[in-house]
């Protein structure tokens, strides 16, 4: 059986969960996800944990934070008066929004607070500074 090395193409299913056992993603039982070991296409830990696998071996990868979504960083949070928010919106914790940087570029942000005058912008990823778990089963390496 192949065994999944740098630069092979594999597909995986996959189930991601956190330390709680709460899922927060899983690959679609029918489209196995596909990607190049090495290019950066999914996240250092699941392409690390995946090399030197067999096709129909399962297992459990941990994945610290470095290797994950990275670590939460301060600088990529804001706090703004709630006033500078758009007209109508009325800011809960979670929300999703969208921030627009001096550049034009648009991220994806998140509302991490919400106070009387205030409210707490943070443009880190969700799952950053987070321990995952990938349960994978490797189901195909084309070399």
Not at 5 to 14: A, C, E, L, N
Not at 93 to 112: H, T, Y
Request: no cysteine.
């Amino acid at each position: 059986m192949a065994q999944a090395q740098h630069g092979d193409t594999v597909k995986i299913q996959y189930t991601g969960k956190l330390d709680d056992g709460s899922v927060f993603d899983s690959s679609d039982p029918n489209a196995p996800l596909a990607f190049t070991i090495g290019e950066g296409e999914v996240i250092p830990g699941v392409e690390n944990g995946v090399v030197g696998m067999e096709e129909g071996e399962t297992k459990t990868i941990s994945i610290p934070p470095d290797e994950g979504y990275g670590p939460m960083r301060d600088e990529l949070t804001v706090t703004v008066d709630r006033d500078q928010l758009p007209d109508g919106v009325e800011p809960e914790e979670g929300m999703p929004m969208q921030m627009q940087l001096p550049n034009g570029q648009v991220i994806p942000v998140r509302i991490s607070e919400v106070s009387d005058g205030t409210v707490k912008i943070d443009a880190n990823h969700p799952l950053a500074g987070k321990d995952l778990i990938f349960d994978v089963q490797l189901v195909e390496v084309e070399k």
